[in-house]
């Protein structure tokens, strides 16, 4: 079996650079993000045993959704200058161990791993592949596809502990569909991206509508139902191209300019004298030990639930 891992970049970097305190190496440069990194992405390629892996970043500049919505985001800062300056160092990193990596300009990473997952797994021939999404952003929930596209979410800062979102445990937690999640979000929006959803709609009414109807469209469709109340009626009305903006806004794009090459994500022989020699340079001696051998081959652990 095919067993592909798609990696969030910046949301895996992000946890690190919180996750460590500053750590310099001995010619004082700034690696706590990078080593962070590095040990949970040699911690998941170890647990998961994937055939195949990519990792996913955002690029600078604005996305699709911010030109659409000039207040997508809007509520976060800039990223700090001591993470931002690791970014391209943690690419080094993922560059010498044979892991290609994606970022389109006006995409997210997001949409990067949702193009792959779905192209992975659309064809027939491609039946035997399972995706695993490694991320901390529960947004990629919307992506599960039964067993064949699961999401791991690492917890606490350590990817050795992690909950894994097949169809089954996300209809345990959300009580519907994870297609419906971006349904959810454009009722109830998401104060992290500054989607602003449906005013004065939370997440129990929202999960209740969606139980209810399913869909956004079968919400509004059902406007008149006796199901809903007239105060829940009045706001739906009143944001419907709210809620229809918020909708666009939270679905990730799966049809991103990128097509997935096989061989690329193979994860085939490396070469571990490099390896070695960047991570003494970065003065990760304790990482030096979980490095694999030349070829990638090991055992897998089985993660289906």
Not at 22 to 30: H, R
Not at 36 to 48: A, C, P, Q, R, V
Not at 85 to 91: A, N, S
Not at 277 to 302: G, V
Request: charged share 30%; glycine share 6%.
């Amino acid at each position: 079996m095919r067993k592909l891992i798609l990696i969030d970049g910046n949301s895996l970097l992000h946890r690190a650079y919180h996750a460590f305190p500053p750590l310099t190496t001995a010619k004082g440069e700034l690696i706590n993000a990078v080593y962070g990194f590095s040990s949970m992405l040699l911690t998941i390629l170890e647990k998961l045993g994937p055939t195949h892996a990519a990792v996913a970043w955002d690029l600078k500049g604005p996305t699709f959704r911010k030109m659409e919505y000039v207040e997508y985001k809007a509520n976060r800062g800039p990223m700090d200058d001591d993470l931002a300056i690791q970014i391209e160092r943690t690419k080094e990193v993922v560059k010498v161990l044979n892991i290609p990596q994606f970022g389109i300009e006006g995409y997210e990473g997001d949409d990067i791993i949702g193009t792959l997952a779905r192209q992975a797994t659309d064809e027939k021939k491609e039946k035997d592949t399972q995706v695993v999404i490694v991320t901390a952003d529960r947004d990629a929930l919307q992506l599960i596809k039964d067993k064949q596209i699961v999401v791991y979410l690492p917890l606490q800062n350590r990817a050795s502990q992690a909950v894994v979102f097949d169809e089954t445990r996300f209809v345990e937690t959300y009580g519907f569909a994870p297609k419906y999640m971006v349904d959810l979000k454009s009722l109830m929006g998401d104060s992290s991206d500054n989607i602003p959803g449906v005013k004065g709609i939370g997440k129990v009414t929202a999960t209740k509508l969606i139980l209810d109807f399913g869909s956004l469209e079968g919400i509004y469709k059902n406007i008149e139902s006796e199901k809903i109340s007239k105060r829940v009626r009045e706001m739906l009305i009143a944001d419907k191209k709210m809620a229809e903006q918020s909708y666009k806004l939270a679905e990730i794009n799966k049809e991103a300019p990128l097509k997935i090459n096989w061989e690329d994500c193979l994860l085939t022989n490396y070469k571990k004298d490099k390896a070695t020699e960047l991570f003494k340079e970065l003065n990760f001696n304790s990482l030096i030990p979980r490095l694999p051998k030349d070829s990638w081959e090991k055992e897998t652990e089985e993660i289906f639930l």
